[in-house]
Structure formats: structure tokens, C-alpha cells
């Protein structure tokens, strides 16, 4: 809740609590009713003096129902509305980074580029340098520009190293043995996705490490090691159950 952070009037208390009214909704995938609860914010806020967090946070809540809904063109546009009006430059960052990622996602990769520069324009913490670096990364390796992708990669590594964020280290080492993959460097690929399970473990998330496996045996596979493959599928599934 916003109130936690700053004082609020009156009525930017009002606008909080439907705020956190679309957050359960949204939580619990009934975007229309957050839509209808935000709805409500939006028509509360009309010509009145209201703190750029308060509208920041209605406008992207009402950019996740829409996309939750499966208005992603619409969803993204609300986003980019409450990036207008951020003031705080690692917030701005922040918004720009997530709006690359769905770009990136939809394989749109010039709004994704364009998203991934502005978030470099503002930032100023390394856990934010994060996500425009690895997001330029995918961009490269979509693009088939293989040496350019891994540079990038690295780059972001090297942040989330700084930053000790050890879920997002084993998503880009992960992203570089894909790129790896595709270069047909088979034995570097297996090296760095059997690195990216040992982040994941690092950083307690189970079901990331499980999925990691799951691609180091597909590796293994490619590779022609059917039975080391199966053997690690098989201790995959004794560690499950």
C-alpha cells in the first residue's frame, strides 16, 4: 500500500484503498473487476491534485488487468502512460525495463530496443542495469547476432552479480547457453545451463533449478548422450517425489 510510503490526503487515501482492491483482483485473475475498481480511481483523480505515485499505480495496474485480460496493446499503453509521469529516475527505469520485456516478448524489437535505452537513461542502481542489458541480449540473439548477444548477456550477468540477484544471474546464463545452443557450441552450452541450475539452487527456487534440468538434458540429448540424458531425468524425478 502506497500509504505506507508517503502521507497521503483524504483522497489519495480513497484512491489507495481501491488501488489495493486491484491488486487482490488481480491477483486472483479477475481482471474485470479490477478494471471496474480502477475505473473508479481513474474518475476520482480527474482534475484533481493527486501524488504521480498514486496515478502511476492506477495507471499501471489498469495496463496488468487489460493485459491479464488479453488486451496486451492496450495494457502496454497504460504503461507507457504511467512511464510519462514517473518522476523518480530509477522508477522511471524500472517501468521502461518491464515495457521492454513484453516488447521483446511480442517480438517487437525495435519498441523493445527503443524501451531497453530509455530504462538506461535513468538508472542509477546495478539490480536495474539488470534487465535493459539482458533484454538488448535477446534482441541480438533474435536477431542472429550471436557475438553481439553474448557480450550483452555478460554484461547484464556482471549486474546481477554486483547486485547479488542470483534468480535473474541463472535466467541470463540460461539466455546464454540458448545462444550457445544455437551457435552449435554444444559442450559451452552444457557447461553454462549446468551453471545457471546452480544459481537457481543458490537461490532456493526449486522449480527454476527443475526446469534448467529439464533443458541440460535436452542438451544432453542433442549431443547424442541419451543415457546421461535419461540417467538426469531420472534423478529429476526421484528429487521431485
Known amino acids: 500500500m502506497i500509504d505506507e510510503i508517503m502521507e497521503l490526503t483524504p483522497l ?67 504503461f507507457a502512460q504511467s512511464y510519462d509521469i514517473i518522476e523518480d529516475g530509477d522508477d522511471k527505469a524500472a517501468a521502461a525495463g518491464l515495457l521492454a ?19 538506461l537513461e535513468t538508472v ?15 534482441i541480438a540473439a533474435a536477431q542472429g547476432d550471436y557475438p553481439k548477444a553474448i557480450e550483452l548477456f555478460n554484461q547484464a550477468a556482471a549486474y546481477a552479480e554486483e547486485a547479488h540477484c542470483l534468480t535473474d544471474l541463472a535466467m541470463i546464463i540460461s539466455d546464454l547457453a540458448a545462444v550457445y545452443n544455437e551457435m552449435g557450441r554444444m559442450e559451452i552450452a552444457l557447461s553454462e545451463m549446468f551453471r545457471a541450475e546452480r544459481y537457481a539452487k543458490e537461490s532456493r527456487n526449486l522449480d527454476l533449478m527443475f526446469r534448467f534440468v529439464v533443458r ?26
Open 124 to 138: 542509477k542502481v546495478a539490480d536495474l542495469m539488470i534487465a535493459p542489458y539482458q533484454i538488448k541480449g535477446g
Open 12 to 78: 489519495e487515501k480513497e484512491i489507495d484503498a481501491l488501488l489495493s482492491k486491484s491488486v487482490y483482483y488481480i491477483q486472483t485473475y479477475r481482471a474485470i473487476d479490477a478494471l471496474n475498481v480502477l475505473s473508479e480511481a481513474q474518475r476520482m483523480m480527474n482534475g484533481q491534485s493527486v501524488h504521480w505515485r498514486i496515478r502511476t499505480a492506477v495507471l499501471k495496474n489498469t495496463g496488468q488487468a487489460y493485459i491479464q485480460s488479453g488486451q496486451l496493446e492496450k495494457g502496454l499503453a497504460y
Open 101 to 119: 520485456g513484453y516488447f521483446l516478448r511480442d517480438g517487437k524489437l525495435e519498441e523493445a530496443m527503443k524501451w531497453a535505452d530509455k530504462a
Open 216 to 241: 541440460r538434458a535436452k542438451i544432453m540429448y542433442k549431443m547424442g548422450k541419451d543415457e546421461e540424458a535419461k540417467a538426469l531425468i531420472m534423478t529429476l524425478d526421484e528429487q521431485k517425489n
